[in-house]
């Protein structure tokens, strides 16, 4: 069976005022508790002193008129001298109104039989505390000596009022404890505002920072730790800022680049594209690795001009300046004639209504329905099938295939751009864009391309809404 787990104050501001308030209230509890004691003790000794003092004072004024031998009369006067409760003892002699001679221990009974001195014992009667008080009488002789006489005198008196002092004294301290609860709150509170303010500004510049502010910085106060603390966050700030601007100008360099090669690439490759349509047409008659050497030339000029064509579109999505034209398009058209156009007409199954008629780019919706389809063909295995479905305000468009799917290592990367679910299948037709594209185009449109396995092969759904403007 579980403990109970006492409940633990939530939060820096309540722990700090409940170990403030904890602390202030034992403090004052165990001040109080201590001058209680002190005072105590002092009454008690005070009050026991007098009573003493009171009785040996009465014995030794009755002991000059003792007759020694003492009789019985004698003991009977020497106890009504005394007072109160008293036993007067001489041998087996006892005054007539002695208390109960049990209550005398044998402890003082002993320090009274063979001592001179007034001695007292605090001892328990039916629940209540009562002071035993003993003393011999002592008789002096002509040369000074003294000696004792042989009587006993005790004496019993009730504590009882210095007990109610007592009592007094412990609920005072008890009253102080207690008056010194709101006092300590208020000065916890006080103190926890004090440290909780650069915690706070702490917190706060921690959560500009974390919205994307780089320029939130904390004034350090004082000399403390937390002053400390707040130049080591304002130093971490610095950094990150220099780190995050020293990046972005990295990656603005990178795209600018991308966009220059791409740019000066593309004048060279248009000529490099029509000598290879030239080379294309005349290799009819060329037989052998001549031919085989050829078509590589112009697989390789083609699979190199997609490239750069990708690069291209992709460094527009970078610097922004990508935009839509939008017309009216037949969506299930559209998709038949990026088939037909690429030779998959007969390879690909297509389930799609007559017309689905939107206001998109049509060029853009072709580039990702290549893209998708080209995946599947190139990666996946037949049957491939696209279907186009209607929905309220826009269009879903599927392609599914037969292959081996997408891993769980795969389909968190499966849009990253360059990114190759096979790493040693460097040759494949694809630049390791297609995906990537496809989905920037549809979230130009204010759509998106999500991918998901299926068990038996790999599933892609484009959603485009239906275009009001263009943007």
Known sequence: MRKPRWPRPRGLRARLLAAFVLVTVLGAAASAWASANAASAALVSSHQQRITDTVAAQVEAAAPHLTYPP??????????????????????????????????????????????????????????SWLLVGTPVVTTALDGTRSPSGIEVYALRDLADVEREVDGLTLAAFTTATAALPLSALLALLAARGVLRPVRDLRDTAGRLASGDLDARSEPQGADELA?????????????????????????????????????????????????????????????????????????????????????????????????????????????????????????????????????????????????????????????????????????????????????????????????????????????????????NARLHGGDVTAADTGSGARFDLVLPEQEEER
């Open 71 to 128: 009789d019985q009369e004698a003991l009977d006067r020497l106890d009504q001298a005394v007072g109160g409760e008293a036993l007067v003892t001489f041998g087996d002699l006892a005054s007539a109104g002695a208390f109960d001679t049990g209550l005398v221990t044998g402890e003082i009974r002993e320090a009274v039989r063979h001592g001179d001195e007034v001695v007292a014992q605090r001892i328990t009667r039916d629940d209540r």
């Open 228 to 440: 400390e603390l707040t130049v080591a966050v304002n130093e971490m700030a610095a950094s990150l800022q220099d780190s995050m601007a020293m990046k972005e100008r990295m990656r603005a360099d990178a795209r600018r680049f991308v966009a220059d090669v791409s740019h000066e690439l593309r004048t060279p490759l248009s000529t490099l594209a029509a000598v290879v349509e030239v080379l294309e047409s005349s290799t009819e008659g060329v037989h052998g690795d001549a031919r085989e050497s050829a078509q590589m030339a112009i697989s390789e000029t083609h699979r190199l001009i997609r490239l750069v064509e990708d690069l291209m579109e992709v460094s527009r999505f970078d610097a922004g300046t990508a935009r839509l034209h939008v017309e009216e398009v037949d969506v299930a058209d559209t998709v038949r004639a990026c088939l037909r156009l690429r030779g998959w007409a007969d390879r690909v199954e297509l389930e799609a209504p007559e017309r689905v008629v939107l206001r998109l780019d049509r060029r853009r919706l072709d580039l990702i329905v290549a893209n998708l389809v080209g995946n599947a063909l190139r990666h996946g295995a037949p049957p491939v099938r696209v279907s186009v479905h209607p929905l309220p305000g826009g269009v879903r468009v599927t392609v599914t295939d037969a292959g081996p799917g997408l891993g769980e290592e795969v389909l968190p990367h499966v849009f990253d751009r360059f990114y190759k679910a096979d790493r040693s299948r460097t040759r494949t037709p694809g630049s390791g864009l297609g995906l990537g594209l496809a989905r920037e």
